[in-house]
């Protein structure tokens, strides 16, 4: 709720693109509402669900 994730994701993201990687591909599980949330407000952008174990993963691409 303080935005912790959100930063910690975008100084990540600022650092892969330094090393000229244009895209990332980024998942968390459908029922994680704080990660998908951290994940489109770095521009994430919903590609497709997978199941895995029984559960479903979004998978989320991000360009830089």
Do not use: H, P, R, W
């Not at 895209?23 to 895995?52: A, D, P």
Request: aromatic residues 4%; positive net charge.
């Amino acid at each position: 709720k303080k935005g912790f994730g959100k930063m910690a994701l975008n100084l990540l993201l600022k650092e892969i693109a330094k090393k000229d990687i244009k895209e990332v591909i980024v998942t968390c599980n459908s029922e994680n509402i704080g990660s998908q949330k951290v994940i489109e407000g770095n521009n994430g952008i919903l590609v497709s669900e997978l199941e895995q174990n029984g559960k479903i993963i979004y998978k989320y691409n991000i360009n830089l």
